[in-house]
C-alpha cells in the first residue's frame, strides 16, 4: 500500500451569536479534516487543530510542505513517517500550525492502520476500557448571559445524566497580566465577585457530591490564583485549568505547590513531548491535557500520556473541535489507564454533532461507547460537509 494524497478539507460554521471562554470570543466553529489516500480502496481521517489560525495556511502547510513528504511512502510506517515529517521541519514545524498539521497527518495515519487490520483503533493501541466517562465541559461565557442562565444550562446537563462539569471563568477586568485589553471583544468583561457567584450558582445546581473544575484560559494572575484557593476550597473546585500564561512555567509550578486542595491542569495550547517534559518535571501540573490534532498526533501523545502515568499524573485529552478528533479522543483515552474522565463539549457546532453519518453513542452516565468499525469507527457524511466547506 502506497500514499498516494493527502488533502486538507477546511470546514467552517459562523455563529449568530458568539461564546467565549476567559480569553477568546468564538464567533465561528472551524475545522481542518485531513485525508490520506493510498492506492487501495481505503483512506484515513485525521483532523489539525488550529487554534484560531488561518484555515488557508494550514491548508497550505498540509497540502504543499507536509503531503510531498509522504507520497509513494507505506502508510503503515507511522513512527518512521511523523519523524520524517518532524525531521524535515526540524526549524520551522517543531511548534505551531506546522505540528498541528503533522498532528492530523498522523491521526489519519493511524485511523488507516486500524483499517488495514481490520480493528478499532483503541484496541489496535492496546484497549484499557470499552467505554470512556465523559464530563460536561460548559458554562462559556455569551452576551446577555447570566448566572441564572448558567444554573438552567446546568440543570440540562444534570438531566442528562453528566455527574462532573467544567465551566469557564477568567473573564475578569482589572487583573494586572489580563490578556483581554488586547483581545477583540476584550471590553466584554466582568468582575471578579460576579465570576464567583458563577461559581458558587454551579456548585448549587450540580450538588456537593459532583466534580467541579473551572478553566481561566490563561488570563489570572499568578498571585489571585493563589489567593483564590480559599474560594476554591468553598465551592469544592477540583481543578483550575490553564490558570496563567502557559508559558510561565515558574508560576504554573509556584500554583501547584500552593494550591492544597485543588489541582492545576493544563496546558492545551502547548505541544511536543519535550515541552510537556518541561512542565512535568518542573512540578507544573497535575493533570496533562495534551490536544491529539495539536500536540503531534497519537505517536507523540502516547509518549506525553506515558509521561504522565510515570510521574503519576491523569491524563485527560482538550478537545474543542470536530467529530473526527472527538472520536480520536474517544479511541485513545480508552488504550490508557491514566484516564478518568475526557471532555465532552456541548456548545452548538454542527461539525461535532451533523458531520457523521451515525455520531458516537453514550450510555445514560454519558460514557463514550467506543465504536467498533475498524480505525477511528466513524464515517463523515461527505454530502452534508459540503455545506460547511470553508471558502476564503
Same mark, same amino acid.
Given at each position: 500500500?502506497?500514499?498516494?494524497?493527502?488533502?486538507?478539507?477546511?470546514?467552517?460554521?459562523?455563529?449568530?451569536?458568539?461564546?467565549?471562554?476567559?480569553?477568546?470570543?468564538?464567533?465561528?466553529?472551524?475545522?481542518?479534516?485531513?485525508?490520506?489516500?493510498?492506492?487501495?480502496?481505503?483512506?484515513?481521517?485525521?483532523?489539525?487543530?488550529?487554534?484560531?489560525?488561518?484555515?488557508?495556511?494550514?491548508?497550505?502547510?498540509?497540502?504543499?510542505?507536509?503531503?510531498?513528504?509522504?507520497?509513494?511512502?507505506?502508510?503503515?510506517?507511522?513512527?518512521?513517517?511523523?519523524?520524517?515529517?518532524?525531521?524535515?521541519?526540524?526549524?520551522?514545524?517543531?511548534?505551531?500550525?506546522?505540528?498541528?498539521?503533522?498532528?492530523?497527518?498522523?491521526?489519519?495515519?493511524?485511523?488507516?492502520?486500524?483499517?488495514?487490520?481490520?480493528?478499532?483503533?483503541?484496541?489496535?493501541?492496546?484497549?484499557?476500557?470499552?467505554?470512556?466517562?465523559?464530563?460536561?465541559?460548559?458554562?462559556?461565557?455569551?452576551?446577555?448571559?447570566?448566572?441564572?442562565?448558567?444554573?438552567?444550562?446546568?440543570?440540562?446537563?444534570?438531566?442528562?445524566?453528566?455527574?462532573?462539569?467544567?465551566?469557564?471563568?477568567?473573564?475578569?477586568?482589572?487583573?494586572?497580566?489580563?490578556? !483581554?485589553?488586547? +483581545?477583540?471583544?476584550? #471590553?466584554?468583561?466582568?468582575?471578579?465577585?460576579?465570576? &464567583?457567584?458563577? /461559581?458558587?450558582? %454551579? @456548585?448549587?445546581?450540580?450538588?456537593?457530591?459532583?466534580?467541579?473544575?473551572?478553566?481561566?484560559?490563561?488570563?489570572?494572575?499568578?498571585?489571585?490564583?493563589?489567593?483564590?484557593?480559599?474560594?476554591?476550597?468553598?465551592?469544592?473546585?477540583?481543578?483550575?485549568?490553564?490558570?496563567?500564561?502557559?508559558?510561565?512555567?515558574?508560576?504554573?509550578?509556584?500554583?501547584?505547590?500552593?494550591?492544597?486542595?485543588?489541582?492545576?491542569?493544563?496546558?492545551?495550547?502547548?505541544?511536543?513531548?519535550?515541552?510537556?517534559?518541561? !512542565?512535568?518535571? +518542573?512540578?507544573?501540573? #497535575?493533570?496533562?491535557?495534551?490536544?491529539?490534532?495539536? &500536540?503531534?498526533? /497519537?505517536?507523540? %501523545? @502516547?509518549?506525553?500520556?506515558?509521561?504522565?502515568?510515570?510521574?503519576?499524573?491523569?491524563?485527560?485529552?482538550?478537545?474543542?473541535?470536530?467529530?473526527?478528533?472527538?472520536?480520536?479522543?474517544?479511541?485513545?483515552?480508552?488504550?490508557?489507564?491514566?484516564?478518568?474522565?475526557?471532555?465532552?463539549?456541548?456548545?452548538?457546532?454542527?461539525?461535532?454533532?451533523?458531520?457523521?453519518?451515525?455520531?458516537?453513542?453514550?450510555?445514560?452516565?454519558?460514557?463514550?461507547?467506543?465504536?467498533?468499525?475498524?480505525?477511528?469507527?466513524?464515517?463523515?457524511?461527505?454530502?452534508?460537509?459540503?455545506?460547511?466547506?470553508?471558502?476564503?
Amino acid at each position: 500500500m502506497k500514499i498516494t494524497n493527502v488533502q486538507a478539507i477546511c470546514l467552517k460554521y459562523p455563529y449568530e451569536r458568539p461564546i467565549a471562554d476567559g480569553c477568546t470570543p468564538c464567533y465561528a466553529r472551524s475545522a481542518v479534516l485531513v485525508r490520506v489516500e493510498t492506492d487501495t480502496q481505503l483512506y484515513g481521517l485525521g483532523e489539525a487543530a488550529t487554534f484560531g489560525g488561518n484555515l488557508d495556511a494550514m491548508k497550505v502547510i498540509v497540502e504543499r510542505q507536509l503531503a510531498p513528504l509522504l507520497v509513494g511512502e507505506d502508510p503503515l510506517d507511522i513512527e518512521r513517517l511523523w519523524n520524517k515529517l518532524v525531521w524535515n521541519n526540524w526549524s520551522a514545524g517543531r511548534r505551531g500550525m506546522v505540528m498541528g498539521g503533522i498532528s492530523g497527518i498522523d491521526i489519519a495515519l493511524w485511523d488507516l492502520l486500524g483499517k488495514a487490520a481490520g480493528m478499532p483503533l483503541y484496541r489496535l493501541l492496546g484497549a484499557n476500557a470499552h467505554r470512556v466517562q465523559g464530563y460536561a465541559s460548559a458554562g462559556f461565557y455569551a452576551p446577555g448571559k447570566e448566572a441564572g442562565d448558567l444554573e438552567r444550562e446546568l440543570e440540562g446537563y444534570c438531566a442528562m445524566g453528566f455527574s462532573d462539569f467544567k465551566m469557564k471563568i477568567g473573564r475578569v477586568r482589572g487583573m494586572i497580566s489580563s490578556p !483581554l485589553r488586547y +483581545m477583540k471583544g476584550g #471590553d466584554w468583561a466582568y468582575s471578579y465577585e460576579q465570576d &464567583a457567584a458563577r /461559581i458558587a450558582a %454551579a @456548585r448549587r445546581v450540580i450538588g456537593p457530591g459532583a466534580r467541579l473544575m473551572v478553566d481561566m484560559n490563561c488570563t489570572w494572575d499568578p498571585d489571585a490564583v493563589v489567593a483564590g484557593e480559599q474560594m476554591f476550597r468553598e465551592y469544592g473546585v477540583y481543578w483550575v485549568e490553564e490558570p496563567t500564561r502557559s508559558d510561565d512555567v515558574r508560576s504554573y509550578a509556584r500554583i501547584a505547590a500552593s494550591l492544597k486542595s485543588t489541582l492545576v491542569a493544563g496546558i492545551e495550547s502547548e505541544q511536543g513531548l519535550a515541552r510537556y517534559s518541561e !512542565l512535568v518535571e +518542573m512540578g507544573a501540573l #497535575d493533570v496533562v491535557q495534551a490536544n491529539l490534532g495539536w &500536540a503531534g498526533g /497519537i505517536t507523540e %501523545a @502516547r509518549r506525553i500520556a506515558a509521561l504522565a502515568l510515570a510521574h503519576g499524573k491523569m491524563f485527560t485529552p482538550h478537545t474543542f473541535f470536530s467529530a473526527v478528533l472527538n472520536a480520536a479522543n474517544v479511541h485513545f483515552s480508552a488504550s490508557l489507564s491514566n484516564v478518568p474522565f475526557i471532555e465532552c463539549e456541548l456548545n452548538p457546532n454542527p461539525l461535532r454533532t451533523d458531520l457523521l453519518k451515525q455520531n458516537l453513542e453514550m450510555d445514560e452516565h454519558m460514557c463514550f461507547i467506543l465504536p467498533q468499525g475498524p480505525g477511528l469507527g466513524i464515517e463523515v457524511d461527505w454530502e452534508k460537509a459540503k455545506q460547511y466547506i470553508y471558502k476564503s
